[in-house]
């Protein structure tokens, strides 16, 4: 990816934790922990401060982009993967050469209206879209410049409503 300020995408399932979780969390800011997929790890090892982040509910109905984060700390490693009494522990995880990584993230905004996936399907802007890739289940992932403005331009049309 190009140098400068780059966007992403997190999918959280809000029984899990939920933008309004994000927005009640100590100085609205938490570390995305628990991610096992090496590509997903590597986006969260490729976030630099000041990326901003689309939070997207999966497993809602519907599944919506609901609002933006932003990263205020980059890539450090995930202590759940060496807690045996977390959910996301790792046996393989090594201390001295960590497998898991998280990163610190901020709440910027709660959309007024989410955007739905359907929605979100029917933008020839997002034609390209990691999230619309049939097939795609990563739960961090790339958003291209063109595709965060589009979404922007969609979450003020709403507004506009």
Same mark, same amino acid.
């Given at each position: +990816?190009?140098? $400068?300020? !780059?966007?992403?995408?997190?999918? &959280?399932?809000?029984?899990?934790? /939920?933008?309004?979780?994000? %927005?009640?969390?100590?100085?609205?800011?938490?570390?995305?922990?628990?991610?096992?997929?090496?590509?997903?790890?590597?986006?969260?090892?490729? +976030?630099?401060? $000041?990326? !901003?982040?689309?939070?997207?509910? &999966?497993?809602?109905?519907?599944? /919506?982009?609901?609002?933006? %984060?932003?990263?205020?700390?980059?890539?450090?490693?995930?202590?759940?993967?060496?807690?045996?009494?977390?959910?996301?522990?790792?046996?393989?995880?090594?201390?001295?050469?960590?497998?898991?990584?998280?990163?610190?993230?901020?709440?910027?905004?709660?959309?007024?209206?989410?955007?739905?996936?359907?929605?979100?399907?029917?933008?020839?802007?997002?034609?390209?879209?990691?999230?619309?890739?049939?097939?795609?289940?990563?739960?961090?992932?790339?958003?291209?410049?063109?595709?965060?403005?589009?979404?922007?331009?969609?979450?003020?049309?709403?507004?506009?409503?």
């Amino acid at each position: +990816m190009a140098q $400068g300020r !780059q966007y992403w995408l997190m999918k &959280s399932e809000p029984e899990a934790f /939920s933008i309004d979780d994000l %927005a009640r969390a100590p100085k609205q800011t938490t570390s995305w922990d628990g991610v096992r997929n090496y590509q997903a790890r590597n986006f969260l090892r490729a +976030m630099k401060v $000041g990326d !901003q982040v689309l939070f997207y509910h &999966s497993n809602a109905n519907p599944p /919506s982009v609901v609002g933006i %984060a932003e990263v205020v700390k980059g890539a450090y490693p995930d202590a759940t993967q060496f807690n045996k009494r977390d959910t996301h522990y790792d046996p393989g995880s090594d201390p001295d050469q960590p497998c898991w990584d998280v990163v610190d993230i901020r709440f910027v905004r709660k959309f007024t209206a989410s955007l739905p996936l359907d929605l979100l399907r029917g933008q020839v802007g997002l034609k390209g879209m990691e999230l619309l890739r049939k097939g795609s289940r990563l739960s961090v992932q790339p958003v291209r410049g063109t595709e965060w403005d589009e979404i922007i331009r969609l979450v003020r049309a709403q507004a506009d409503r």
